[in-house]
């Protein structure tokens, strides 16, 4: 769920950005949308992970 959500939010920012659309590999769009996943999953880790104490 935490990888669909940052794929559309990633395109939508590339999107506004100018650069989800260009030839070939679309690199800079795929790196806004893995740093946007890494960030939810270590937002997601962080408020459901085990507690040590």
Do not use: N
Request: charge should be negative; proline fraction near 0%.
């Amino acid at each position: 769920m935490i990888g669909m959500g940052a794929d559309l939010i990633g395109t939508g920012i590339a999107a506004g950005l100018g650069v989800a659309d260009t030839r070939g590999i679309d690199w800079i769009e795929l790196g806004i949308q893995v740093a946007l996943a890494v960030l939810g999953v270590s937002l997601a880790t962080g408020m459901y992970g085990k507690r040590r104490e």
